[in-house]
């Protein structure tokens, strides 16, 4: 075993040449170690906002659905609704 940057404990993967470049991959990106009860992930807080003002921009609409997908209705007579999809 041996110890990360953070103090927390990593173990070996068997090969010298491998854990050098862990060990260096470590120091500009810190370490992978999930503490209790953190979040991990990805969000983006004002997707709906940046939605909306896309579909805004090409003349459209984004309708959020109960399911978590937008619908985007084209605001252009005669154009049908474009598209669902999920953020």
């Known amino acids: 075993m041996t110890m990360t ?7 070996s993967s068997g090969s010298k040449g ?9 120091k500009v990106l810190g370490d992978s170690q999930v503490g209790k ?10 997707s709906e906002a940046r939605t909306a003002a896309t579909a805004a921009a ?4 984004a309708i ?19 598209d669902t999809w999920r953020h």
């Open 5 to 11: 940057k953070s103090g927390q404990e990593s173990s």
């Open 18 to 26: 491998l854990d050098k470049v862990e060990e260096a991959a470590e």
């Open 37 to 46: 009860g953190e979040r991990v992930g990805y969000v983006e807080d004002d």
């Open 58 to 61: 090409h003349g459209d609409e």
């Open 64 to 82: 959020l659905q109960e399911d978590g997908t937008h619908l985007i209705i084209s605001k252009t007579e005669g154009d049908p609704p474009v």
